[in-house]
């Protein structure tokens, strides 16, 4: 068996080592060189340099791509730029122009969104608008109201339709479980605990613990937020926040507070077979 090491000759510019076997040679790819691949994003009907974005990666950087191994990765796309403004995404090859692998983007693709479902009405002063459902995580209570009057209110998530003491507790806006203090239409946004979704449970509610009386609640139908993006902390990004501003928290997350951006996070995920 004879070895040699020879370059493919196009414009690929991968280097094999070859393997002679009864004067028929098998190349088998070792490492590439002088091939260094972005993530980019375009208007074309195909992938090309024309009208091309190049995205940073995961991490934020723009240097070359390292090698990824099965890897789970969001990207973002530049600043005032939606997946509805593109037509396809790829790994491509600035020096060769070569597309390593791409994907199309469909002009009638249904993008994920938040969805509205009931607004609070109850005792004790509780109400609020119409609750959006921002992703899987998080929920955004506009213009909520409660008395402050009882020892023991909470927001409370739970199995079934109703709320009942088997449901859990929701820290407020400010991340704390402590017994919730007076509001007056004031719009907030609150996070689901560990790893509980809004696919978990069946409804919302503001809860007296200690008394165990349901002060009001709202159903989170499974069929309304069939199309509910996943959450950012789902997708590993930590959104920028500002504690002073809900709704820059929320553009953070995905857009716009009553209706999403076009699914701005980019998840690329290998697919098992």
Not at 34 to 53: D, I, M, Q
Not at 69 to 80: A, F, N, Y
Not at 94 to 118: C, M, Q, T
């Amino acid at each position: 068996m004879k070895e040699n090491i020879a370059r493919k000759p196009d414009t690929h510019a991968w280097w094999y080592k070859a393997f002679s076997i009864k004067e028929k040679t098998r190349a088998l790819p070792v490492i590439t060189i002088n091939a260094t691949a972005y993530f980019y994003v375009g208007t074309s009907k195909t992938p090309s340099a024309t009208g091309a974005l190049r995205l940073r990666d995961e991490r934020g950087g723009g240097t070359p791509l390292r090698r990824y191994r099965g890897e789970s990765v969001t990207l973002s796309l530049p600043e005032g730029k939606t997946l509805r403004d593109v037509s396809w995404f790829s790994v491509w090859c600035d020096e060769y122009s070569i597309n390593f692998g791409s994907v199309e983007i469909p002009r009638a693709l249904e993008y994920p969104k938040p969805a509205k479902v009931g607004a609070l009405r109850g005792v004790h002063g509780v109400a609020s608008d119409a609750i959006v459902v921002v992703d899987a995580q998080t929920l955004l209570v506009p213009n909520f109201s409660y008395d402050g009057e009882a020892p023991d209110a909470k927001f409370w998530v739970g199995r079934g339709d109703k709320p009942s003491p088997q449901g859990i507790r929701i820290p407020d806006e400010n991340g704390k479980e402590a017994p919730l203090r007076k509001y007056d239409r004031k719009t907030i946004v609150l996070t689901l605990p560990g790893e509980l979704t809004v696919f978990d449970v069946g409804h919302f509610a503001v809860w007296c613990e200690a008394f165990t009386v349901n002060f009001g609640h709202v159903t989170l139908p499974r069929a309304a937020l069939a199309n509910v993006p996943p959450s950012l902390k789902m997708l590993g990004v930590s959104p920028q926040t500002n504690k002073n501003n809900t709704s820059e928290r929320f553009t953070g997350a995905w857009g716009n507070s009553e209706v999403a951006s076009s699914s701005k996070p980019i998840e690329c995920v290998r697919q098992h077979q």
